[in-house]
């Protein structure tokens, strides 16, 4: 038997509703106990300043892996999840081939397996080849391991297929996820349309074009008693219109990423292509929705949207430019900037990365509770460290926040009570 | 007055003495450009490379002529005979022509912010936007002041209306930007269709009816309608249609029968503009092209540190 013991962190534990100062025990990589402990483990943490929570999960992540692994790969990615902090990855089908069969999510779960760093929890195609007509063998993918579906980097676009998958989807409880947006009304667009995109001559994405379809799917999750996700949502009407859903009593949620409630349309200002993703950075107005969003509970999940692209598909213009930034690390810091600014409570932003998209998925990690696997991160939540994009673990660089100081640095990451991430001791 | 910036990327870069120094070292080369010898040894031994992405006859021409009659080694690229159709990134055709160490790179993209990405990731020459996407034009307007100055001694308070395509129009946000700098008003004119989000804010007055723009005018500056863009996005339903609606023709120019007219060319007769009025004495569209050279020839030896014939 190998012991661990996590000696005097705050730990926070939102499911369980616990956020005490205490020492936490760990017993052949499950939890065993907490409290004031006299007995020494095997190996002993030291959490003083620091926060012991659950693993982060985030339910957004894009791979690469198959058939884009010079932008990243699922190794890469897992040392860069738990560099962050992250125990427990979501990665969405749009890979090459992709996970729209069996085959697919089970090469990637070996894998996962094979690196061993961090957990991944693969969701499945709702269309076969992302064509967005007609629907995988969602039973089938589930089976092989696929906790939830989406088409996403591209949205469920017609209707007839938008019900037809919320329909099927929901007689076996599974949720679908969309990524909202109306290519009619974005088409060719690179940025928020609105005051930057005047001013830089260059086509916008309204918001209109995530609220249409956001619109559009409530009614067909209420009229299919499906279970629906909004992916990155960005738009405060979209928001809004989550909220009125939640009231109504519908099975509706969402998740936002960091960048959606920490910039706005200004950093394209310079022509960042670092700052190009879809959803577009939108208005003040819209970031502060977010945050609202996320106050308020309608936003019950906080993901990353990790996207890595190579410097190649980065350097170039902002029309030519690939949308998407790398989030794995800069999903902790970022969000405890709503702790900072007085946004949310610790706890609240940590149940957002754990206990919320746990429940979500139905994903059996996200907790403290007693024998329950030791994922775990200990984090100091206010040491500083200046962000170089050329030290992220990802194979990627694209970050809007090279150069910047973050708050919140990952002292150690715990994956079954193992220690897969450690803070380099600074000279 | 401070130094002149290394590039012309932005009207922005430039201060209002900066614009009002190349309006006056531009003088002496519409002399020049009218004397028999149109030639100076002023830019002998500098290198010009005319970078263009686009097609683009009036511009390319118009910096050809001005470096070569300031005796300047012009070469002309255009993106057709170019490695880009091989493929090379918009990143190495910069970096490639850098090295072959030219003093100026005038550069035209499609791509808004194109010269700002190759002044960012070139050194040792200075880059000059010839039009980037639906940005800016600084050249243009440029010339458009200096027409402007020559005309009326000065623009400071003076009512431009912009009219046409304003949302794909680098030349309008470009005047946007120089009616803040030189003190004079923007008017712009439109269907929504042809409109930019949220025009307003960037400090012009917004008017969808040509004629209630267009009394209280001194400068009429009408925009090209791009025929080549209305097969795939029609912002409105007919040329006809669009010539009823926005058209300049003789009795709109009659509400405002003292303001000048300006064009950046090429025309489409009897669409944005009728015959007569394109005709007319107080049109200024050659003397815009007349200018443009003698403009160019004043930026050209500015940015090599040449700022006097």
């Not at chain 1, 499911?15 to 907490?34: A, F, R, Y």
């Not at chain 1, 989550?242 to 910039?263: C, I």
């Not at chain 2, 990731?121 to 034009?137: F, L, Y």
């Not at chain 2, 009616?179 to 269709?193: C, D, E, F, L």
């Amino acid at each position: 038997m190998t012991t661990l013991c996590i000696r005097q962190g705050r730990v926070i534990d939102p499911e369980n509703h616990i956020d005490v100062i205490c020492d936490v025990w760990i017993e052949n990589g499950h939890i065993s106990h907490m409290g004031h402990i006299e007995e020494v483990a095997d190996q002993e943490i030291n959490a003083t300043h620091c926060v012991v929570c659950p693993g982060l999960i985030d339910m957004h992540v894009h791979l690469r892996e198959p058939g884009e692994e010079w932008k990243e790969d699922i190794e890469s990615a897992s040392k860069s999840a738990v560099a962050g902090g992250v125990t427990s990855m979501c990665c969405m089908p749009n890979t090459t081939p992709c996970l729209d069969h069996a085959g697919v999510v089970h090469q990637i779960l070996n894998r996962a397996k094979e690196v061993g760093l961090c957990r991944i929890f693969p969701i499945g195609a709702v269309s076969r080849q992302l064509k967005g007509k007609e629907i995988t063998e969602m039973r089938d993918l589930s089976k092989a391991g696929a906790v939830a579906f989406s088409d996403d980097g591209l949205p469920i676009w017609h209707a007839g297929t938008m019900r037809k998958a919320l329909e099927y989807a929901s007689s076996f409880g599974y949720l679908i996820i969309q990524h909202a947006e109306e290519f009619e009304l974005t088409k060719d667009g690179a940025i928020n349309e609105g005051i930057v995109s005047s001013m830089l001559g260059l086509k916008g994405m309204p918001n209109e074009g995530e609220d249409c379809m956001v619109a559009r799917d409530i009614m067909l999750t209420e009229l299919t008693g499906g279970r629906y996700h909004v992916a990155h949502i960005s738009s405060a009407r979209s928001i809004e219109m989550v909220r009125h859903a939640q009231e109504k009593g519908l099975s509706v949620s969402a998740e936002a990423a960091p960048h959606h409630f920490a910039l706005t349309e200004l950093e394209l200002l310079n022509f960042n292509t670092n700052a190009k993703m879809n959803p577009p950075l939108r208005t003040e107005a819209d970031r502060m929705a977010v945050v609202k969003g996320l106050r308020d509970g309608s936003i019950a999940v906080i993901a990353s949207d990790h996207a890595p692209h190579h410097e190649d598909d980065k350097c170039c213009t902002l029309d030519c430019a690939a949308f998407g930034i790398v989030g794995l690390e800069t999903l902790l810091p970022v969000s405890l900037e709503l702790v900072h600014q007085g946004h949310l409570s610790m706890s609240e932003v940590v149940a957002k990365l754990t206990s919320n998209p746990a429940k979500l998925l139905g994903l059996d990690v996200g907790t403290l509770g007693l024998g329950k696997k030791a994922d775990i991160v200990i984090f100091n939540p206010s040491e500083d460290w200046m962000l170089d994009s050329k030290k992220l673990r990802s194979k990627s660089k694209n970050t809007p926040w090279d150069g910047k100081i973050m708050r919140g640095t990952v002292h150690y990451t715990l994956l079954g009570g193992e220690v897969v991430y450690q803070k380099e001791v600074s000279s | 007055m401070k130094p002149f910036p290394q590039h012309l990327l932005s009207i922005t870069d430039l201060t209002r003495a900066q614009i009002n120094a190349l309006i006056d070292f531009s003088q002496p080369f519409l002399d020049l450009s009218r004397d028999d010898i149109r030639k100076a040894s002023t830019m002998r031994g500098k290198t010009v490379i005319n970078l263009f992405f686009e097609n683009s006859t009036r511009t390319r021409s118009s910096f050809e002529i001005a470096g070569k009659r300031l005796s300047a080694d012009v070469i002309n690229i255009s993106a057709s005979m170019s490695a880009v159709q091989k493929g090379e990134t918009l990143m190495d055709t910069g970096q490639t022509l850098a090295a072959m160490r030219p003093h100026v790179v005038v550069v035209r993209h499609g791509d808004s912010g194109s010269c700002h990405f190759l002044a960012k990731h070139t050194q040792g020459t200075s880059i000059v936007n010839g039009g980037d996407g639906a940005h800016e034009h600084p050249t243009q307007v440029l010339t458009d002041l200096l027409t402007l100055k020559n005309a009326w001694g000065d623009v400071k308070g003076k009512v431009i209306t912009i009219v046409g395509d304003i949302k794909h129009s680098r030349v309008a946000r470009s005047h946007l930007l120089a009616a803040k700098i030189m003190g004079y008003s923007v008017r712009v004119v439109a269907p929504k269709t042809l409109l930019p989000l949220h025009i307003e804010k960037m400090g012009c007055d917004v008017f969808h009816r040509f004629e209630d723009a267009i009394v209280g005018s001194d400068c009429i500056y009408m925009l090209r309608i791009q025929n080549e863009r209305l097969k795939t996005n029609c912002s409105f339903p007919s040329i006809r249609e669009y010539h009823e609606a926005y058209g300049l023709n003789m009795a709109r120019f009659k509400l405002a029968s003292d303001a000048l007219i300006l064009h950046p060319g090429p025309m489409n007769r009897g669409v944005e503009i009728t015959s007569d009025v394109a005709n007319h004495a107080q049109s200024q569209v050659l003397n815009q092209v007349e200018n443009g050279v003698a403009m160019r020839m004043a930026i050209l030896s500015t940015l090599c540190g040449l700022e006097a014939l």
